[in-house]
């Protein structure tokens, strides 16, 4: 299981961008909303599910998409159901540890 992911800093905070890789580069449509999962966001590199346990573990902010990524973070225990927001079909959700 691949997850393609982009890190920085932001304030002096690590910052992870992650999705599911198989999403990465699609554009996401719910009635007038159009969300585009680019490359230049989320597409620095592609990792395995180990490093993007590791990441998710140990950033501070957290801006994620795709079923598989949504879902290894709520197992980890990072994040809850009640923020995960849908769009067509297509779970986010963003996480804050300052």
């Known amino acids: ?18 999705c599911d890789a ?9 009635g007038e909303l159009t969300m585009h999962i680019s490359e230049n ?7 395995e599910k180990d490093e993007a346990e590791s990441l998710l573990k140990t950033s501070s902010i957290i801006n994620m998409a ?11 225990g990072i994040g809850s159901e009640k923020a995960v927001k849908i769009i067509s079909d297509v779970p986010f959700l963003i996480i804050f540890n300052m």
């Open 22 to 30: 198989d999403i990465l580069g699609k554009k996401i449509i719910e």
């Open 66 to 76: 795709g079923k598989k990524t949504v879902t290894l973070s709520l197992k980890l």
């Open 41 to 47: 966001y989320y597409g620095e590199r592609f990792v």
């Open 1 to 18: 299981m691949q997850f393609s992911v982009r890190t920085t800093n932001y304030q002096n905070q690590s910052m992870l961008n992650i």
